[in-house]
Structures are given as structure tokens and as C-alpha cells.
């Protein structure tokens, strides 16, 4: 019997920060391809520490449903789902390349699959690119566009900024976009300095983060200049020194990261069926008005 | 408080027999073919000599066909399949008990437990469960009322709601028919605020899942409460794990590494203080049963809970990092004047807002000292131009004007 547990940050004040993780939990569930999908998180319930409780299942793929390896994915997840032995060499990882450990849950006295996070997954590229074109409505995207793909910077977490440059690059090198940049939060290139930073008349800004929250409704709106005060909201597009901003919130949120967590489930070797073709299809932008 | 009923009920609802003495009915069960094909399934290829077992009596294969063994009967073999269909039949009770949870219900511990809790705390026998399934078995879980039937054809059906809505038609409620909707249900309490620990008693009433299957039945519990099954099962087989309060803080890291740093070897009261604040029965659900450490109790009572809290969550762990950071500052004098009534007053505000009673508190009954228009008075009273109480600065270098 094959489980897929995501796991998420939750939150204890932002109702809203649960919703993209159920959201994907049941676009998965709908593909029939696990035999039971749940969901656990550091700041809801179940919690880390109670979620491989509640799973039945003897084939475990936990798949974390954060943006970069680090702090959580490295110490927090493994340490509350008690792997027996984690370390993290065990991904061998540069900061990017995190793949799969298997370990034993000592709460289950199983072995579960723990995944890399779905940030860095290369197929997180492709829902970077798909958020652009649902925030534009159009699936055809790129040309006359510049994308702007924004994170904290390295004060939070060394890997933060190695993500985004990540995915920037392998855009960037689609030539869809007549330019891609890197932007962070707290270090230089600064995305309070966007309209610096491109040419173009219309930028896309696609936030790497998981849930809408604090960052990316209120922090990233007010320092692009999208709107004085977070509670007066903001037009997409939005003008700001003479570019057109289209701010598209946070990433995680696309429909198509179902995809991601799909994949870091199937590269730790969870037979998928037809699940991933499934998930592209039913959660692909409408063409044309 | 909640708490689970300790026996079956079986009266709400039930259609009145003049004749109170008589036991309650075992309802007449058809057995369908499902539940028959499965018992069929489980003797293919079984060994004849491990015979499959209802209660009552047993069934196993033999060369000719099938061996009948009724526990107050004689044996019979040779048994054909039309044969065995009868025999079946006459025993559906035991038969659609069998396929109910071996088929349906399936293995896994935690459903497998809760739902056989739900219709059977004392081990009853086949009869008598159906016989109080047919009239509707409830239970409490947290602010649930969970009533199990069972249908005509042996097949068990579930109704979960808030117990507030107990005995309100289905019509008059919201009704769910997917468990997973349940997540949007314990979201936001029914003044629309968020609700950061799932067991708070803050559970909003008004909907209803009246005809769940066992497995739907047992994902909404999950749903609105989640892991409080594996938790209480885990407590049933003595084997709850329970991490108590100075091993959960030494665990902790990043900014809520400091939390430990709040033990200081001089006993355990704060940590009573934080039971007392988070753990009550009036903030959540869940039956304390962490301590200090494995060999200090706190000294504040755990609740009554049906299910158990096995270590300090998320929320106290986040508050008590607040706390270890208010706790580090020393006790100062500060020298205010209040009349008696004004100090009264501080501590019904003080009151009113720990037990969560503002709400309650109307606009024009100036007798409560948590009344708006009594604390306006107060402040516009004692209150200086910076919001200092009695005009006295927080700091005491502090002067009323800025240099």
C-alpha cells in the first residue's frame, strides 16, 4: 500500500496558509496514484510528530512542501518525524540536489522515503513558468515579458538564494522571456528596485513561496510599490515607474506544484501510473478568451 | 466537558415498544451478495482445516463443497453453495458483522478500534450490537455526536455532527457528504476567527455528515480532529508515547531553542502557570497527560478528555517562547492609586478576557467591570497622554515628556 504524506509549515495565525497543501493533497488523491494521501505540518495538526501515526500504508513518500533545503527540511522535518539515523549527508546534496533518503520512522518503525523539498525540483521551473501564464492569462507568455523570480535572500537561509538563481537560470536559458531575473527580499539585487533591473515593459514577479502570508500579500506588494498598504490591494497589472508589475503571489499556490510533489515522489521511486500526465493535463491554463 | 458515553445509548429516536422490559430487537438483516461473495473469497484456497470463524459458528471448505459448524448444532458437511447461501443467510447478522470490518473497515488499528468503540465498548455480541444499532449508537468525540446505524443489509452508516446539533433535523443543517470537507468546517470558529489548535472547544455547530460509511466516518473524525484516534488507540494498547515538558523544550530549536533556557532547576511552576493558561479543559479538548518530566506531575489538573495530549504542541511551545522572554525580566515596585472598586475592576478585565467573556458582557451593563463603557472610564481616568496607567512610566528613567 503506496502513502504520500506532505508535509508543510502551516500557520498559527494565517487561516489561508493551509489551503495550497490540501489543495495539492487532493489534485493527487483524485489521480488515484497513492492509496491514501495526508497531510502534516510543523504549526497545524496533525503535527510532524503525529502525522506517520495516522498512515497506513507500508510504501511512504514524505514530500516536503518547502521552497529550499535547509533549516526545516534538514533538521526540523526529520528530527519530529523521528528518522531513525538522519543525517544529512545522507542527501549528499549541494544545496540543490536533495533527492531521497530512506530511512526508519522510530514512530512507526517503518521505513519512509524522505524527499527533497519541492523548491528545488527541477520541474519547479516549469510551475514558475506556469504561474506566469495564469497570472496573465495567457498560456503563451514570454514574448515582450521579463520575469522577475523573488525569495528571501541568504540572512534567512544560504539555499534560499541558490533556488532562485536555479530556476532563474534554466528559464532564462528557454529564451521564452526577453529577460529573467533573480530578486530578493533582503540582499542585493533587491526587488524593491525592480523596475531597475529590466527593460521590458511588462514584468511577471513570481514569489518562491509555498503559502500566501505576510511576505508575499503584505512585505512584497509595499516594497515594489504595488500599493501604499497592503489593505488598499492592488491592480494586476499594476504600473511602477513606467513598468507594468505582474505580481502573481505565491508560486505555490499554481495548481500545477501537485506536479512537483509528484515528481519527488516518483524520483524516490513511487510508481506513478499515468498520474503525472494527469496532473499536467487537468491543471493546464485555458487557452484564449 | 465532553465525555465518551460509557455505554451504549440507544434511546433517542427509538420507535417506542409498549413493553420496556423486552430487550430491543435484533433488526431482520438481508445478506448481500457482497458480503456473501466475500466469505466465499476467504474460503477459496483456505485451508480446510482453519476454518473461517463467525460468531457462532464456522465455515470451512472440504472436497464436496463446504463443512458447516454452528457452535449449538451439529456439524454439517458436505454443504453446497446454494446450501451455504441459506445458512448465511439465516445467520446475516454474523455474517454482515464479519464483512463490516474485515472487508470494510480493513485492518489498520486505529479505524479498525474507533469504530468498533462506536458500537461495541464491552464487547457485546452480535445481537445485541444490532440490536442498538438499529436504534442509533452515540458517542461523544470532543464536541462530536457520532451515531452509528446500521442498514438492512448489515451495512453500517454514520451520522457526525456538532453535539449542539444533537436531535435537529438533518435538513435544517449544512449538510457534507465528502470527509475532507470537514477541513474547511473546523477552520474558523463560528465568529469567523481562525482556529490555530483544531481541539480548541471553539468547534462551530450548524452541519451535518448524516450517512457516512465506516471508513468516511472515521476520515472526518480525522479530519476535524486529526490524530486523536491514533493517539487514544495508542493509550488503549498502553503505548502512548508521551514526551513530557522538559525533554519536548530540550528538543526544540531555532527560535524556540531558548524555551529551555526557562527550566532553571527551580521546580515546575511556570509550567503549571502555561497547563493552567493553554491545557484547561476550557482551551482544549485533549486529556494533558505530559508532566514536568517522568517523575514530576504538574500540579494542575489534566482534563477529562476522551483523548489523550501526549506532549506539549505547537501552540504552547510558541507561547512559551513568548514567555520565556516575558519571564527573564525582574519584578519591579511600581506605586499606583486605584480606588477599591478601580482595582475590582482590573481584575474582572483581567477575568473576562481569560475566560473569553467580553462577547458576553453587554454594551449598557455598566455592574461589569470588563464593561466597555466602565473600561473607557478607567482608562480616560487613569491613563496619561503616553498610556501609562496612574501616569507611572514603564521605565522608571522614563519622564512623562521625551528630552
Known amino acids: ?289 | 466537558m465532553p465525555e465518551p458515553t460509557s455505554d451504549a445509548t440507544a434511546d433517542e429516536g427509538a420507535a417506542a415498544d409498549d413493553d420496556t422490559e423486552t430487550a430491543p430487537e435484533v433488526p431482520s438483516i438481508d445478506l448481500p451478495s457482497d458480503a456473501f461473495d466475500a466469505v466465499l473469497d476467504a474460503l477459496d484456497g483456505r485451508d480446510p482445516n482453519d476454518p473461517l470463524r463467525f460468531e457462532g459458528f464456522s465455515v470451512a471448505r472440504d472436497d464436496g463443497g463446504y463443512v458447516l459448524d454452528p457452535a449449538d448444532g451439529d456439524r454439517q458437511t458436505g454443504v453446497s453453495e446454494r446450501e451455504l447461501h441459506e445458512a448465511l443467510d439465516e445467520r446475516a447478522p454474523a455474517v454482515t458483522d464479519w464483512y463490516a470490518f474485515e472487508r470494510v473497515v480493513g485492518e489498520f488499528g486505529p479505524r479498525r478500534a474507533f469504530l468498533r468503540w462506536l458500537e461495541d465498548a464491552d464487547g457485546a455480541t452480535v445481537a445485541t450490537r444490532y440490536a442498538a444499532l438499529a436504534e442509533g449508537i452515540e458517542r461523544a468525540w470532543g464536541e462530536l455526536k457520532i451515531t452509528a446505524t446500521v442498514t438492512d443489509r448489515g451495512e453500517r452508516r454514520y451520522d457526525v455532527r456538532h453535539a449542539d446539533d444533537a436531535g435537529v433535523p438533518v435538513d435544517e443543517l449544512d449538510r457534507y457528504d465528502d470527509p475532507l470537507d470537514a477541513r474547511e468546517l473546523v477552520k474558523l470558529d463560528e465568529k469567523g476567527r481562525y482556529r490555530p489548535l483544531k481541539t480548541a472547544p471553539s468547534l462551530a455547530d450548524g452541519w451535518v455528515f448524516p450517512d457516512l460509511g465506516p471508513r468516511d466516518a472515521y476520515e472526518a473524525v480525522e479530519a476535524i480532529y486529526p490524530a486523536t484516534v491514533a493517539n487514544w488507540h495508542r493509550e488503549r494498547e498502553g503505548e502512548l508515547d508521551v514526551s513530557h515538558w522538559r525533554e519536548t523544550m530540550e528538543r526544540q530549536s531555532g527560535i524556540y531553542g531558548v524555551v529551555k533556557t526557562w527550566d532553571r532547576g527551580e521546580g515546575h511552576e511556570h509550567v503549571d502557570w502555561v497547563a493552567e493558561a493553554c491545557c484547561d479543559d476550557s482551551q482544549c479538548l485533549k486529556r494533558r497527560e505530559w508532566q514536568y518530566d517522568d517523575e514530576t506531575d504538574l500540579d494542575v489538573d489534566g482534563g477529562d478528555g476522551a483523548f489523550p495530549c501526549r506532549e506539549p504542541c505547537s501552540v504552547v511551545v510558541s507561547a512559551a517562547r513568548k514567555w520565556t522572554r516575558l519571564e527573564s525580566e525582574r519584578p519591579r515596585t511600581y506605586e499606583f492609586e486605584l480606588t477599591p472598586s478601580e482595582k475590582e475592576q482590573v481584575e474582572d478585565i483581567i477575568d473576562a478576557v481569560a475566560d473569553g467573556r467580553i462577547d458576553e458582557i453587554r454594551e449598557a451593563d455598566t455592574k461589569e467591570g470588563a464593561n466597555r463603557y466602565r473600561t473607557r472610564f478607567l482608562r480616560a481616568k487613569r491613563f496619561d497622554d503616553e498610556g501609562n496607567l496612574g501616569g507611572v512610566p514603564t521605565e522608571p528613567d522614563e519622564t512623562g515628556d521625551e528630552e
Not at chain 1, 532562485?164 to 534554466?170: G, N, P, T, V
Open chain 1, 1 to 289: 500500500m503506496q502513502s504520500l504524506v506532505i508535509v508543510a509549515h502551516g500557520s498559527h495565525l494565517n487561516p489561508g496558509s493551509s489551503a495550497p497543501t490540501y489543495d495539492h493533497a487532493d489534485t493527487i488523491r483524485a489521480t488515484g496514484a497513492f492509496d491514501e494521501v495526508k497531510t502534516g505540518f510543523w504549526k497545524e495538526e496533525p503535527h510532524f510528530r503525529e502525522v506517520l501515526r495516522t498512515v497506513e500504508g507500508d510504501e511512504i513518500y514524505v514530500v516536503p512542501l518547502f521552497v529550499s533545503e535547509g533549516y526545516f527540511t534538514e533538521q526540523v522535518i526529520p528530527r519530529e518525524l523521528r528518522l531513525d539515523g538522519w543525517d544529512v549527508s545522507e542527501w549528499d546534496s549541494d544545496g540543490l540536489s536533495a533527492d531521497q533518503a530512506t530511512l526508519v520512522a522510530e514512530d512507526i518503525d517503518r521505513e519512509v522515503h524522505y524527499c527533497g523539498p519541492v523548491g528545488t525540483h527541477r520541474a519547479m521551473s516549469d510551475v514558475i513558468v506556469r504561474r506566469a501564464e495564469s497570472v496573465t492569462g495567457d498560456p503563451d507568455v514570454g514574448e515582450g515579458f521579463g520575469l522577475a523570480v523573488v525569495g528571501h535572500g541568504t540572512e534567512r537561509n544560504e539555499n534560499s538564494a541558490k533556488a532562485i538563481e536555479y530556476h532563474a537560470d534554466r528559464i532564462a536559458e528557454r529564451d521564452r522571456f526577453d529577460e529573467v531575473r533573480a530578486l530578493y527580499m533582503d540582499e542585493e539585487p533587491e526587488v524593491d528596485d525592480l523596475p531597475e533591473f529590466f527593460e521590458s515593459d511588462d514584468v511577471v514577479l513570481v514569489p518562491l513561496f509555498i503559502a500566501d502570508g505576510y511576505h508575499t500579500q503584505e512585505d512584497i506588494p509595499e516594497d515594489v510599490g504595488l500599493c501604499e498598504d497592503h489593505t488598499e490591494g492592488y491592480d494586476v497589472p499594476t504600473e511602477v515607474d513606467g513598468t507594468r508589475i505582474w505580481y502573481a503571489g505565491a508560486v505555490g499556490t499554481e495548481p500545477l506544484m501537485a506536479d512537483v510533489i509528484l515528481e519527488r515522489a516518483a524520483d524516490a521511486g513511487a510508481d506513478l501510473g499515468t498520474a503525472l500526465d494527469d496532473v499536467r493535463e487537468t491543471t493546464r491554463v485555458a487557452t484564449g478568451d
